[in-house]
């Protein structure tokens, strides 16, 4: 398909409209990112195979006289795929000897930096549990999806509920009820030995809520708008229980959150980040073009065209610092 449509080569073209998208064409992933998803695990193949121990032994009662207990640890391995992904954008030399605005390069450039919202697009993915852009969704290294009640047949973290828990409703004092019950799982969460998995500090370390932009009035007003206490006329105070309970929430409102009623939370300083992103090869961009005299389909055409690609993948590791509310 022709990149140039007929009314970029119109004579006499005024130019002055010609960047009317360039801005959010050239938008990158959100900085918030970086809070939920590791960005840093590199790739050397088109699968990767990773593994980790599960809680090692705690302290027993060594009985005076007998020998120190011991208990070996278990292991758990789980994979993640890499893909190949790329665009090209084509057109005829003379559309490009007829643009006027002398921008055709310079837009279609911006389909090559689009690459930086893939591992946005990813994460998206795989906290909805849906393959917009992956080709496939892959389960946790516990075998289930990566919000859960249970997983192996068992209470997930051993708490029940697991960390999918349902929602008291949309309005701010109810998401504020789910907010806390929220808080509450994650200290129910336990490890592979039964004792608590998640210590206080880093619950204290603040949270991160991803919710549809439809909830936002909602979220802004629960966490960040000041309620009134006491009688106004009688020197009542300003207040809002989250931030006065030191508890810090940064809110990322989503237009990629097609479910207008759910919303996840995160922690902010998890031991570890719940989703990551593979990264294989970077970006890596190609041009056919007649004055390079590279490719006999550009001669015999005159089609010429740019393209990119790259290797890269996502995947899901233990979510126990993720929590979706459904409603």
């Not at 993915?125 to 919000?147: E, H, K, R």
């Not at 949309?170 to 808080?183: E, P, S, V």
């Not at 608590?196 to 909602?218: C, K, N, Q």
Request: glycine share 8%; proline share 4%.
């Amino acid at each position: 398909m022709r990149a140039i449509a007929s009314q970029v080569l119109a004579n006499g073209l005024r130019t002055e409209f010609w960047d009317t998208y360039a801005a959010v064409a050239n938008r990158v992933a959100d900085s918030r990112l970086a809070s939920v998803m590791d960005l840093s695990v590199g790739a050397t193949n088109r699968e990767h195979t990773f593994a980790y121990f599960e809680s090692a032994p705690h302290f027993k009662l060594w009985p005076r006289g007998g020998e120190i207990v011991s208990k070996g640890m278990d292991s758990v391995a789980f994979s993640a795929q890499v893909y190949e992904w790329g665009r090209r954008i084509p057109w005829l030399k003379w559309d490009k000897d007829d643009d006027q605005t002398s921008s055709l390069m310079n837009v279609a450039r911006q389909a090559g930096q689009s690459a930086a919202l893939l591992p946005e697009q990813f994460f998206f993915d795989l906290i909805t549990n849906s393959a917009g852009t992956l080709p496939a969704i892959p389960t946790a290294p516990d075998g289930a999806a990566m919000f859960a009640t249970t997983a192996g047949g068992a209470a997930r973290f051993g708490a029940t509920n697991g960390n999918l828990l349902s929602g008291g409703g949309t309005t701010a004092a109810q998401i504020l009820t789910d907010f806390y019950d929220c808080i509450v799982q994650f200290k129910k969460f336990q490890d592979t030995e039964g004792q608590p998995l998640l210590m206080d500090s880093v619950l204290e370390s603040g949270f991160i809520i991803v919710h549809p932009v439809e909830l936002t009035e909602s979220m802004e007003q629960a966490f960040l708008q000041k309620q009134q206490l006491g009688d106004a006329t009688a020197g009542g105070s300003q207040s809002n229980l989250v931030a006065d309970s030191a508890k810090r929430v940064t809110l990322w409102g989503s237009p990629r959150l097609t479910d207008v009623d759910d919303w996840y939370i995160f922690l902010a300083n998890p031991p570890k980040e719940q989703t990551f992103y593979l990264d294989r090869e970077g970006v890596q961009e190609e041009t056919a073009l007649m004055e390079d005299n590279n490719s006999d389909h550009v001669r015999s055409t005159a089609e010429e065209s740019i393209q990119w690609w790259n290797r890269a993948g996502a995947g899901i590791s233990l979510p126990y610092g993720a929590i979706k509310t459904t409603n």
